[in-house]
DNA sequence: GAGGACACTTAGCAAGATGCGT
DNA sequence: ACGCATCTTGCTAAGTGTCCTC
């Protein structure tokens, strides 16, 4: 380890030193041997797992002074080679990271409704703000240009409407026949927020009443008995221990109960819920016997699955009718759904990754816990009886209607609304707008940054090479973490010299950076990737004199690039590129693979893609999206473990295949056969058994094709999880645009809960839009 | 400018619900 | 109608980014 450190400039041209305090040193150096056990154990762990050979990282982080040398000579003579280089970039990409699967269809809670129920909410008198100023502070295309003048007429509509929804839900009562008949209605009564002005000055609503939390049903004691036995011997555990004993019974089946720092944190944990007596006789978890308890749950869960119909469906109505009391709210007079109105229940912590923390015990939240948000004028929550809120506030420049601490982290959690609601959709929607806004200077930043490559300081330099990375290869900003609190995971600003190498030259490309490190949620980011001259020698410049744990971009974090991305574009951070760059890798994918002519991929043998003219071709077109959104999660690395039954399942297709291709041969001598017969016979009948097999061999062959696009996009998809870059960074006009461009229905690419969300994009997207 | 509190978005996993072939 | 595979939904962890204080 070098301590040869003095200087403290920045800047790029004296000789390159690190300043760094011995004392620093010591610490890391302490710290690290700490860590290494607990990364050997990581490194185990990940080879069990089979999913990375990836390297032994450290934890330590420091910011260091130093001075460096300006050694960068290049001349640059990329003009417009850079758009060519970041396509091939992404076809490589394509082809060398993983293979997927079928879409794995994320979503969120279920459809809203928008009749008030019988117990209805008390409505306000003040509450009637319908009209809301328009939002000065940005987006001018925010709105469309026609509601701007027609905005008045809406809301009165709306107004009407309303009334009569409030009539019509008085006479609803029971009637449960024409259920289907209401939710047609509903449907066509969907509150069109996006065609109304937004609130200003970050005012979020002016009504808000809901009913409060649903708390974690209460520990019921295991029965007498289940035993739990110490050392061997039966040992009745008081009720406090014995609900924390079985967080962990629970999950004996899971390999991390095994982990020493799982059992360490619960172990630690758990004596903290013991009585005196417990603590003192229960000192050593080998010596812990949960296995009666195991087998009692086991079968418990067994139990459940074996219900009869009628007892499954007593909890579904159970589940309903506390959906329809607590599952929504009142903002500003419209019912909202509500995303988890219930409260976490207690259980032991599972971080990620290697987390510090995995086995801790996740507290029960009670109601003195819970922080309420509501109207002042609203009938507030009630706490359960007996109990009191630990506040109720009335705070409408946020968003949530519940907030309670969690003991692991000490972080906040909240409770609110679902993603169809207006307050998601909107925010969703400037998202999107702030991405296009970037997709207009774009150009301008690029040229921007390229320029910094050459700054005469080393913090612009960093800065900018940083910009290039988030921008080409969709890196996460990557903020600091507290070290010891969370797993090891970087993200941009935060790549470590240990997580890049260099390769001037590797299979006969130049300028390579291998990038290797664990980002969010501990998954492994893998890249080779050819970069510019000017930036390969930069990232040399800054890992020089640098341990493999030092930062690599040492003089930049987060605040400091989003500070000069605000000052580049209004409400420009770096997270917005991810957004941008999918959206616009989005429709590229989409105009390019749906062409037709580039589908003729003979990489992917596909003869869906090959045959016929497009637009007949339902499924190929599927296919051609999924391929689009998967370029697109492939550049944001949304990886997903492979299923649990893929092998089986591809088998399954394969066999299928392979009985439709014998179907398919022999309809086709059937067909032959019956054209020989007709050639002799030369009547009607023949001939129109012709035309009968030449159907059937027609009809064969459209089932055929389906089966093998199938195989193609699961094959494809193995991997690769589309649902989270379809859910958050593709503009959802793009899809929708897609669709009523090729006349696809919206229904094949988004689920029900998808269009929920994007409600507001399906009504406002036309075929031309553009991203 | 560092550090913490806070608010809100993004993320993968797994349980539960649905659908499909037999 | 049943059993399995797939899809949907719930869950909650883990990010980003802003604001405030010192």
């Not at 306000?124 to 009209?131: D, M």
């Not at 029965?223 to 004996?252: I, R």
């Not at 950076?513 to 492994?524: A, T």
Request: aromatic share 8%; glycine share 4%.
């Amino acid at each position: 380890m070098s301590g040869d450190h003095s200087h403290n400039e920045d800047q790029v041209d004296g000789g390159s030193r690190f300043s760094d305090s011995h004392k620093h040193h010591k610490d890391k150096f302490k710290k690290e041997h700490k860590q290494k056990d607990l990364r050997k154990e990581k490194e185990r762990d990940k080879s069990k797992h089979g999913n990375s050979d990836h390297k032994d990282f450290s934890d330590k982080k420091h910011k260091d002074k130093e001075k460096m040398k300006h050694k960068d000579g290049s001349t640059d003579k990329y003009k417009d080679k850079y758009k060519e280089k970041r396509k091939e970039e992404k076809i490589k990409s394509f082809d060398y990271k993983v293979k997927l699967e079928k879409e794995n269809g994320f979503a969120s809670p279920l459809h809203m409704k928008l009749e008030p129920d019988e117990d209805s909410y008390h409505c306000p008198k003040n509450a009637k703000t319908l009209k809301r100023e328009r939002d000065d502070d940005n987006d001018y295309e925010f709105k469309p240009k026609k509601i701007k003048t027609e905005n008045e007429k809406k809301a009165k509509k709306r107004k009407l409407d309303e009334n009569i929804k409030a009539v019509k839900t008085k006479n609803k009562k029971g009637d449960v026949a024409d259920g289907k008949k209401k939710a047609k209605k509903e449907q066509e009564e969907k509150w069109k927020w996006w065609e109304e002005e937004r609130y200003t000055d970050g005012v979020k609503w002016k009504f808000l009443e809901h009913k409060g939390p649903v708390f974690a049903p209460p520990y019921e004691p295991l029965p007498s008995n289940v035993k739990f036995y110490y050392d061997g011997k039966a040992f009745m555990l008081s009720a406090g221990a014995e609900e924390v004993a079985t967080f962990f019974a629970k999950m004996l089946d899971h390999e991390y109960t095994t982990k020493d720092v799982f059992r360490k944190n619960f172990f630690k944990d758990w004596r903290k819920e013991m009585t005196s007596e417990e603590k003192a006789k229960i000192t050593d978890l080998k010596k812990c016997d949960f296995s009666e308890m195991h087998q009692y749950f086991k079968a418990q869960s067994e139990a459940r699955k074996a219900m009869s119909k009628e007892e499954k469906l007593k909890i579904k109505e159970e589940n309903e009718r506390l959906l329809q009391q607590y599952g929504f709210c009142i903002m500003d007079n419209h019912k909202e759904r509500i995303a988890n109105f219930r409260i976490e229940p207690p259980g032991l912590f599972r971080g990620r990754g290697d987390h510090p923390k995995m086995g801790m015990l996740k507290r029960r939240i009670r109601p003195q816990d819970i922080i309420i948000n509501c109207s002042k004028d609203s009938k507030y929550p009630e706490p359960p009886p007996g109990t009191k809120w630990k506040e109720v506030r009335h705070d409408n420049k946020v968003t949530w209607l519940v907030s309670w601490t969690e003991n692991i982290q000490g972080s906040i959690k909240y409770i609110m609304l679902n993603p169809s609601s207006r307050i998601k959709g909107e925010k969703d929607w400037q998202k999107y707008e702030t991405a296009r806004r970037l997709k207009k200077c774009v150009d301008r930043i690029r040229n921007q940054y390229r320029e910094d490559w050459k700054s005469k300081e080393m913090r612009i330099r960093q800065r900018a090479v940083a910009l290039y990375f988030i921008d080409k290869l969709a890196l996460r900003a990557g903020n600091e973490k507290e070290e010891g609190e969370t797993a090891d995971t970087v993200g941009c600003c935060s790549l470590r010299v240990e997580h890049i190498k260099l390769y001037p030259e590797i299979d006969g490309q130049e300028y390579v950076v291998e990038f290797d490190f664990l980002g969010k949620d501990s998954i492994r980011y893998y890249n080779k990737v050819p970069v510019e001259k000017r930036v390969f020698k930069n990232l040399q410049l800054f890992m020089e004199n640098k341990e493999p744990d030092d930062d690599l971009f040492d003089r930049l974090n987060t605040s400091i690039l989003n500070k000069h991305l605000q000052e580049l574009m209004d409400g420009l951070t770096a997270k917005v590129f991810r957004t941008y760059n999918a959206s616009i890798t989005l429709q590229a994918q989409l105009k390019e693979l749906t062409s037709g002519t580039s589908l003729h991929d003979t990489t992917l043998h596909c003869r869906a893609v090959i045959k016929g003219p497009p637009e007949e071709n339902i499924p190929a077109k599927i296919l051609s999206y999924n391929r689009a959104n998967r370029a697109v999660a492939i550049l944001c690395n949304h990886q997903r473990a492979p299923p649990k039954t893929f092998e089986k399942s591809m088998q399954n297709l394969q066999t299928k295949i392979d009985a439709k291709k014998a179907q398919l041969s022999a309809a086709k001598r059937e067909l032959k056969s019956a054209k020989a017969d007709a050639k002799v016979r030369r009547d009607e009948k023949s001939k129109k058994a012709v035309e009968a097999k030449k159907k059937a061999v027609q009809r064969i062959d459209d089932q055929l094709m389906k089966l093998e696009v199938q195989a193609t996009d699961r094959e494809e998809n193995k991997q690769i999880a589309l649902g989270t870059s379809k859910l958050n960074y593709l503009d959802p006009r793009i899809s929708v645009a897609w669709c009523k461009k090729w006349g696809i229905p919206v229904e094949k690419i988004y689920n029900k809960t998808q269009r929920e969300k994007f409600a507001w994009a399906i009504d406002m997207a036309d075929d031309d839009y553009e991203f």
